[in-house]
């Protein structure tokens, strides 16, 4: 039986609001979501009945990446955040963090790693290499436990650049996609959010075969 997930990543622009109907939209179309720039949200108050959030709030720093995970398809066996790189020495970004989860399918009790990360813009290019490196990383040491990975990122480059820093290949739009070593079958662009005003990223959404 294969194991299949449909993962969306989406950056919710925390300067826009109406996070809740954004939150439902993305959860719509997906099993896992994977979220960048959520410090201005409780996710789990956002997220639709019968979903998980895997959101630390007790700063803004480390609520900026965040997932989502649909309770009737994965159980969150354990989630955590792990550091991505500190704020530049002009100021003007927060210390980042990834965030990771390690779900397990409630069928078939294949165990996986989503990451959601955030890479620094290019205006702070230098803060790039220690977050590129900690995040690569953080993904070879699931992969060291034998489990598939997929990070879901707002990469500040083009998602293709961030596969080849961190390993994998990379599926989405832009900057915006997802990093992963096993098959992806679909891919599909997600105009929703700039269309309703509520953010200025479009989302992805891949179809990702966990047991290949």
């Not at 390993?167 to 309703?196: L, M």
Request: hydrophobic share 35%; proline share 6%; net charge negative.
């Amino acid at each position: 039986m294969s194991t299949i997930t449909k993962a969306t990543t989406a950056n919710t622009d925390f300067t826009r609001g109406n996070n809740a109907d954004y939150v439902h939209q993305l959860c719509e179309w997906s099993d896992v979501i994977m979220l960048q720039e959520a410090k201005d949200m409780v996710l789990k108050q956002c997220l639709p009945d019968g979903w998980a959030a895997c959101h630390n709030t007790d700063n803004d720093a480390k609520a900026g990446s965040a997932i989502g995970v649909d309770k009737s398809v994965w159980q969150v066996r354990d989630w955590w955040l792990v550091y991505g790189c500190p704020p530049p020495p002009q100021g003007g970004m927060l210390t980042r963090y990834i965030c990771v989860a390690v779900l397990e399918h409630k069928q078939t009790g294949l165990v996986w790693a989503a990451m959601s990360a955030h890479e620094p813009p290019q205006r702070y290019a230098g803060m790039q290499p220690e977050y590129t490196a900690n995040l690569k990383a953080a993904k070879q040491a699931q992969k060291d436990q034998g489990r598939r990975v997929i990070v879901g990122a707002d990469a500040n480059m083009p998602i293709g650049d961030l596969a080849d820093k961190i390993g994998g290949k990379g599926y989405g739009h832009g900057i915006i996609g997802c990093v992963t070593g096993q098959p992806v079958t679909e891919c599909t662009f997600r105009g929703w959010g700039p269309d309703h005003n509520v953010t200025d990223h479009p989302a992805v959404t891949c179809k990702v075969d966990l047991s290949a």
